[in-house]
């Protein structure tokens, strides 16, 4: 599967549920008494068959590293780090050009203690693991333990209902933080874990309730729809045909087909048979990522932030290489090989052959375009995106080669391949620079950064698109490109839609809401200095705050589960929120909180909750706030909004998206209808 290629190696997820328990993993964590005040604190994990425990201090980059976290230390001090002499696996991963270590069997990890006041004597933390074998992986679990007057424990890696993560072994990090952290409900630590615990009746959950009031005029779908992600492809496939690795290829590929045959209806028949076959081929690419995807690993790359830094770097990589500085080329050995096989064969598999050849031939063009595409259905959270994607990219490349070879009087009215060419490579290269800024702004919103506020992140477009805008006058020139003599009427045209797309977000950098890019652009709040604060709502980012305030000032509270990374939640607030009857509404009649499932900051103390009969560790907000969204109202993606008493008591039915404001605005009107009511 890793031989698809690099675009499919970081996303070769899948989410499958199983319906048996899964217990590969068991620890028992003890203590040994040494010489003197010394004593051997020993973490030992048995490990079915097939299975493994990666070891520690894996590279960055790679799976997830065996962790040991001591969280609190009295009576006593830590000698040295973890270590362990079991037998370790160690082997080079093509993956993640990396080598990985892993334990099989069975592992023993020892941590060196100094016993200072034995009275006082309390260690306590949890070991960070992952349990995999080769075709799934368990979710990331953290097992607390604790050492003192009672020191053994034994605890399993997993419990029923537990979902299984087909990957191969080697697991990113950030899929970590994609799933949430999963932890045995068995554990029993003889003394107090350092946790907090989420007691609070407000929390109980409403999934009942809320599924008796109804889903409200919103639509669920979170997602593009899919005639616009098959829109996407066909346009995609489109802009690849005017490339220099596709342009030259028609004319010479339909006159092969036209000369190889005396009868000119086989001939026909031949070329829409290899037009047929370049469509199967990105189908069946698209087909590979909609089986290996699952909707709740989509949804969940949308808001992570190491695959949007991952995107990001892609996006660049991709502009720097249209920008000439170098191409993306697969190994020629592939070409040669599939060249060769074409000739010496016949009949459909000799077509079959040749529509491959294109592939890999053009791959340096089409890649981006085809990873681009990718990375855009992957952070919308389709099921089906990739393969209706890829259908619409295969069409509108396989279509010139079938009407050419059925009216070949039309290869004479081509235009010439020549400079233009590489123009229009150029030009995706800016667009790709641009759109690769959307996915570092994702990564920078969720961890605080601050990097790319709104200001920053709308100049480096302006400055983005003003340069097109000069390329297309030829006022910009590249190494490959050729000399532009005189401007052409296409060339204006594009160059004054460039250049009035690069004042028309001008306005933005002090507080305008430019709807034509809220999916992009980072929300309004990061705006240092705003002439417009009425284009921003108060709102809380607490729940339990928030809901203070609605129980003082006798309002209903409306949450908002949103994401840095949702695509979706920047289009509500563009289009729906900036609504006068919307705004009326909400700041009159509501308290508004806007709960974000992707934030990274750190929890003062990690709660430690139970879901589905497993215990789990929430470390970060965002792991808080998307508890909170899945056990109380039983929903995990974004936008979702819900209206609730000051008891925490749903209101109304759920509402999930829509850029139709009057459609929101009946929703809150129900909502404060029920309330009233109360």
């Known amino acids: 599967m890793r031989k698809i290629g690099f675009l499919l190696a970081f996303i070769s997820i899948e ?25 051997e604190l020993v973490f030992k994990t048995s490990i079915q068959n097939g299975w493994h425990v990666y070891g520690q201090n894996l590279p960055s980059g790679g799976p997830v590293s065996t962790s040991f976290h001591f969280d609190k230390v009295t009576g006593a001090r830590l000698v040295g780090k973890v270590t362990s002499s079991s037998p370790m696996i160690k082997e080079y991963d093509k993956t993640f050009a990396m080598t990985l270590t892993w334990y099989e069997h069975q592992a023993v990890f020892i941590q060196k203690v100094t016993v200072t006041d034995p009275k006082k004597f309390l260690i306590s933390g949890y070991v960070e693991f992952m349990g995999c074998n080769d075709e799934n992986c368990l979710p990331p679990a953290k097992l607390p333990f604790s050492f003192g ?16 993560l087909k990957i191969h072994k080697a697991l990113v990090p950030a899929v970590v933080k994609v799933l949430q952290s999963v932890q045995p409900d068995s554990v029993q630590p003889t003394t107090t874990v350092p946790t907090a615990k989420l007691d609070n009746p407000t929390w109980k959950p409403v999934i009942n309730q809320l599924n008796a009031l109804g889903n409200s005029s919103g639509t669920n779908e979170t997602h593009d729809p899919f005639w616009l992600i098959f829109l996407k492809g066909f346009l995609g496939g489109l802009l690849a045909l005017f490339t220099p690795c596709v342009w030259p290829i028609i004319p010479l590929t339909v006159s092969f087909f036209l000369k190889r045959s005396a009868n000119k209806q086989k001939a026909k028949r031949d070329a829409g048979l290899y037009g047929l076959s370049i469509i199967a081929i990105y189908l069946v690419l698209g087909v590979l990522i909609t089986l290996i995807f699952g909707a709740s690993a989509l949804n969940s790359l949308s808001t992570n932030a190491f695959f949007n830094l991952f995107f990001f770097g892609l996006l660049v990589l991709f502009a720097v290489s249209f920008f000439g500085a170098f191409e993306l080329t697969l190994p020629a050995s592939w070409t040669t090989k599939l060249d060769n096989k074409a000739e010496s064969t016949t009949g459909i598999m000799s077509i079959l052959l040749m529509a491959f050849t294109l592939a890999l031939v053009s791959f340096s063009c089409t890649g981006p375009i085809i990873g681009t595409l990718l990375v855009d259905v992957a952070v919308n959270g389709s099921y089906l995106g990739p393969a209706i994607g890829m259908l619409g990219f295969a069409l509108a490349l396989a279509i010139p080669f079938m009407l050419f070879a059925m009216f070949p009087m039309w290869l004479k009215s081509m235009p010439k391949s020549g400079g233009w060419l590489n123009s229009v490579k ?28 709104r200001e920053v992140f709308l100049v480096l477009w302006i400055v983005i698109f003003t340069l097109l805008g000069f390329y297309l006058l030829g006022k910009i020139k590249f190494a490959h490109d050729s000399d532009v003599k005189h401007v052409s ?48 709502h108060t709102v809380y980012n607490d729940y339990d705050q928030a809901l203070k305030a609605a129980a003082l000032q006798n309002k209903p509270l409306l949450i908002d589960f949103t994401g840095f990374g949702c695509v979706n939640c920047r289009k509500m607030e563009a289009s729906v929120w900036t609504d006068p009857k919307v705004k009326q509404l909400m700041n009159e009649q509501f308290i508004v909180a806007s709960l974000y499932v992707d934030d990274k900051a750190s929890l003062s103390q990690p709660m430690e909750v139970t879901e589905n009969g497993r215990t789990s560790l929430l470390t970060t907000v965002g792991d808080k706030w998307s508890y909170l969204q899945r056990s109380k109202f039983g929903a995990n993606a974004q936008p979702f909004y819900v209206i609730v008493d000051a008891q925490g008591n749903p209101l109304t039915g759920s509402f999930s998206f829509t850029e139709e404001p009057v459609r929101f605005v009946a929703f809150l009107e129900a909502g404060l209808k029920h309330s009233i009511k109360k």
């Open 149 to 164: 007057k009672i020191v053994a424990q034994t605890v399993s890696s997993s419990s029923a209902k537990s979902p299984s």
């Open 426 to 453: 150029v030009v995706l290269g800016f667009l790709e620079l641009a759109l690769a800024l959307k996915f570092f702004s994702v990564a920078d919103l969720a961890y605080g950064w601050r990097l790319l506020d």
């Open 15 to 39: 989410w499958v549920a199983v319906g048996q328990i899964l217990q590969p993993i068991t620890w028992s964590f003890d203590q040994q008494k040494k010489a003197g005040n010394d004593i």
């Open 489 to 536: 009427v296409t060339r204006l045209f594009l160059s004054i839609v460039t250049f009035a797309f690069a004042l028309y977000m001008v306005p933005g950098l002090w507080g305008a809401p430019l709807k034509a890019i809220s999916a992009f652009a980072p929300p309004l709040y990061t705006l240092d200095f705003n002439l417009n604060p009425q284009s921003e």
